[in-house]
């Protein structure tokens, strides 16, 4: 499946490998996953993630706005995960831009716990994979249409295997991506709650990327 794995906020944690926290977003970052793109401003979803061990964490998927982008419809799309080993929550939001069939990720915004949010830099950001397919469909296997009930509810699902064994069950009404429910290698994922009341998390004004701040206490 062509882009399967390289969703931008998954490239956007080799990006920040530049930085001193870039150990421990591997370990607290998304897992990949794919879908059909179908972004609607004010709506996402929740996901409780589990990685090998058993280790639970809890990640929110959410569309918070919209501009144009050289004449092309632009959506802020923003994670925000619990981490732990961080010290609490991190918000990652893209700004993203339907490129033919992929999107594309044009600006990026980071705010770790406690810390103000920075905007990286977008020389950065050109020289990393910050595209990925949005339409997983192309080249997967399809499985057929199953019912899935996850703790959001029961949803009818299309059920598609990839490539490389992971498997994603999708239903149009969940926005951005339709994931109902995600098993792959290394973690699994299931929707929670659907969200239509989506905020933005980032606090404060964005400042310049600085790895200099990555390693600074978090502010109080």
């Known amino acids: 499946?062509?882009?399967?794995?390289?969703?931008?906020?998954?490239?956007?944690?080799?990006?920040?490998?530049?930085?001193?926290a870039s150990a421990q977003m591997m370990r607290g970052g998304p897992p990949p996953l794919g879908g059909v793109w179908n972004p609607v401003v004010g709506h996402?979803?929740?996901?409780?993630?589990?990685?090998?061990?058993?280790?639970?964490?809890?990640?929110?998927i959410?569309?918070?706005g919209k501009e144009p982008v050289d004449g092309r419809d632009g959506y802020w799309l923003e994670m925000a995960m619990n981490n732990s080993e961080m010290g609490g929550r991190m918000v990652l939001k893209f700004l993203f831009v339907l490129d033919g069939q992929e999107t594309r990720s044009v600006k990026t915004i980071?705010?770790?716990?406690?810390?103000?949010p920075m905007e990286m830099p977008a020389q950065m950001t050109q020289h990393q994979?910050?595209?990925?397919?949005?339409?997983?469909?192309t080249g997967a296997q399809d499985l057929g249409s199953e019912s899935v009930t996850v703790p959001a509810g029961t949803f009818t699902c299309e059920h598609y295997r990839t490539k490389d064994g992971s498997e994603?069950?999708?239903a149009n009404e969940?926005?951005?991506?339709?994931?109902?429910?995600?098993?792959?290698?290394?973690?699994?994922?299931?929707l929670v709650k659907v969200i239509s009341d989506a905020k933005d998390k980032i606090v404060g004004t964005p400042q310049p990327f600085n790895p200099a701040t990555m390693g600074r206490p978090p502010q109080q």
């Open 1 to 20: 499946m062509k882009g399967t794995g390289k969703l931008a906020a998954a490239s956007l944690f080799v990006l920040l490998s530049a930085a001193s």
């Open 44 to 60: 996402g979803a929740a996901y409780e993630v589990t990685r090998d061990g058993g280790k639970k964490e809890e990640l929110e």
């Open 62 to 64: 959410t569309v918070v």
């Open 110 to 116: 980071m705010q770790m716990p406690g810390r103000p």
């Open 129 to 137: 994979h910050t595209s990925q397919s949005a339409d997983m469909r």
């Open 168 to 170: 994603a069950w999708l």
């Open 174 to 190: 969940v926005s951005p991506w339709g994931a109902v429910k995600y098993q792959g290698k290394e973690s699994t994922m299931v």
